[in-house]
């Protein structure tokens, strides 16, 4: 008999998923090999920054008050009596009309308390003239005036960028306390799919899902291995889902989540006692998507056809990936933006749609033709258009919310 599934809300599914996510235990890793990791702890100045009085430019170092008076008619002038770059340190005082020449980067020598650009002066014997006076404290970088000691520069959850490994080095990290990746096992089911190296014989498709979520597994720098299914036989597919999460926290398989006659997945979560989180969502596509837990392992049942597995993936696999990983925001964020063409077909439920979205203009249009079996508008697209369920008939002009998914490929010339 057919088997009977509650279909739930996506909302709903997302939370389920994020609920019973748990983050991974914490480790430590090299700086250089921090990217892509989520800070698994607040970062905090360990002193200030600047750590000192620096100069902001090439010239010279005096007292604001020997410049006072200054003018074109009146041009004062200084003797040079020391002269350091940056990484060196002056140990002379200034007095009164002496100079110390100094490089950008250089400590403020002791008695000073003002730069003279080089530009601005002109050099003589001793050292040089200038024409304007200078205020104490003019063109000084002050120690502390980024960051003071103490200060919360950066939370745990917070994504590392290469921005973030510039703050690190900046505090003498050497290493970084993040969560552990978990380790992502994938496995492309169905007897059609036949691998690159071979003959594309009648009725055989090749495997583009196991390369696509491998690629955004990529992405967020996760390890993947991949099984090889030969075919859809039950045993064969429980053994290998089996090995699969005797080796991996996750357990990602696209096809075989629907009522067909040689789609396994649905007894395999049964004879290895998983709980199913949900196998019917109203959404479209990916309804069928199923998620399953056994132990502390989730397992992701992404649909077979390209466009479902792929919308499964970024609402369900993604979000929970990045909670494992100790990730602030899970979410993809969502903006709206105004849909460049009409698009009339009825939504019974929330529709995600392979999308175009043009970000400097809000502007968003389907990308090409999106089926659930859908391959090339994945390519195309930099986003989802989210239509809820029980709409139709959204005219160009109008608005709709679009989740971001990727923006990389896009650009201008300014
Ligand atoms: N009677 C019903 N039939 C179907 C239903 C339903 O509710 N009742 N749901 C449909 C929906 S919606 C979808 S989506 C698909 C989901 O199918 P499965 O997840 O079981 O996936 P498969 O049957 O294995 O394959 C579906 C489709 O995708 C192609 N495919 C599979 N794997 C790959 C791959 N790695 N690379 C490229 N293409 C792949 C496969 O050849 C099929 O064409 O079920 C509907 N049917
Ligand atoms: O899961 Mo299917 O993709 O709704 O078409
Ligand atoms: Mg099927």
């Given at each position: 008999m057919l088997e009977k599934r509650t279909v739930i809300d996506v909302q709903e599914a997302i939370n389920r998923c994020i609920i019973y996510a748990t983050e991974m235990p914490t480790t430590e890793v090299e700086l250089e090999k921090s990217l892509g990791y989520y800070l698994a702890e607040d970062i905090i100045a360990s002193y200030d920054i600047p750590m000192f009085d620096k100069s902001p430019y090439d010239g010279y170092a005096v007292r604001s008050a020997a410049t006072a008076g200054a003018s074109g008619d009146n041009r004062v002038a200084f003797k040079s009596i020391d002269h350091i770059g940056a990484g060196s340190v002056s140990d002379k005082t200034l007095s009164h009309n002496e100079a110390v020449r100094i490089m950008t980067g250089a400590p403020i020598p002791s008695g000073a308390d003002a730069v003279v650009m080089l530009e601005q002066t002109v050099a003589t014997e001793e050292g040089f003239t200038l024409r304007k006076s200078f205020t104490s404290g003019e063109n000084i970088s002050k120690q502390g005036e980024e960051c003071k000691k103490g200060d919360v520069i950066l939370t745990s959850g917070t994504l590392i960028t290469p921005g973030v490994i510039a703050v690190l080095a900046t505090f003498s990290y050497q290493q970084v306390a993040v969560r552990k990746r978990p380790s992502v096992a994938l496995i492309a089911t169905g007897s059609e799919l036949a691998e690159a190296d071979a003959e594309l014989t009648p009725g055989k498709i090749r495997n583009s899902n196991g390369p696509m979520i491998a690629g955004l597994l990529n992405e967020m720098h996760i390890q993947t291995e991949s099984y090889r299914v030969t075919e859809d036989h039950f045993e064969h597919l429980l053994s290998i889902v089996q090995q699969a999460l005797s080796k991996h926290d996750i357990v990602i398989t696209t096809g075989g989540v629907s009522v067909g006659d040689f789609d396994f997945m649905p007894a395999i979560y049964k004879a290895i006692e998983a709980d199913v989180?949900?196998?019917?969502?109203?959404?479209?596509?990916?309804?069928?998507t199923t998620v399953a837990v056994k132990d502390e392992q989730m397992l992701f049942g992404l649909s077979g056809n390209p466009s479902a597995c792929y919308s499964g993936f970024e609402l369900f696999t993604k979000p929970v990936i990045k909670k494992m990983l100790g990730a602030k925001h899970v979410h993809a964020p969502v903006m709206e933006a105004e849909l460049s063409?009409?698009?009339t077909k009825a939504n019974p439920f929330t529709r995600f749609i392979r999308a175009e979205l043009d970000i400097v203009n809000r502007t968003v249009r389907p990308a090409?033709?999106?089926?659930?079996?859908?391959?090339v508008a994945i390519a195309k697209s930099n986003s989802m258009i989210i239509l809820p369920g029980g709409t139709r008939g959204f005219q160009n002009g109008d608005t709709v919310k679009v989740m971001l998914t990727?923006?990389?490929d896009q650009g201008q010339s300014w």
């Open positions: 989180l949900f196998n019917k969502v109203a959404m479209r596509p990916g309804s069928v063409e009409d698009f090409g033709f999106n089926k659930s079996n859908a391959v990727r923006l990389t």
